[in-house]
């Protein structure tokens, strides 16, 4: 399994989450929504942030903010960081800021080709 589709995975459970509390079937009616008038299946949604941002906007208006901030929230104490708002960052600007950092901790925790080791199998610094 590659890193990216192990980021996929931890974004979309992060949606999921995010998405629950407005109770499961608003959640099940918001993807219901991204797929008809979006053409965007879940499992889409890592590779278009910004178009799942988008229409989240258009499903839910302003509460989309408050339902962002919850996944960002979820996602950065994930990958073991801390989420911190800046104002002129967009929803898919913090999910690639996400992406890299949990990148960054996979490779620091062993997923570095043979090569970069060094022989009593650290981490070069």
């Known amino acids: 399994m590659s890193r990216s589709q192990q980021f996929s995975e931890v974004l979309l459970d992060c ?8 109770g499961n079937e608003p959640k099940q009616a918001v993807y219901q929504y991204l797929v008809t008038i979006h053409s965007l299946d879940r499992e889409q949604i890592p590779d278009k942030v910004d178009e799942f941002s988008a229409g989240l906007r258009k499903a839910l208006g302003s509460a989309s903010r408050v339902i962002e901030r919850l996944i960002l929230k979820k ?10 708002e800046t104002a002129d960052l967009e929803f898919t600007d913090y999910v690639m800021d996400a992406k890299r950092r949990f990148e960054i901790v996979s490779m620091k925790h062993g997923d570095l080709p043979e090569g970069l080791r060094s022989k009593k199998g650290q981490v070069p610094s």
């Open 75 to 84: 996602l950065f104490q994930r990958i073991g960081s801390t989420f911190r």
């Open 15 to 22: 949606v999921d989450e995010g998405l629950s509390v407005l």
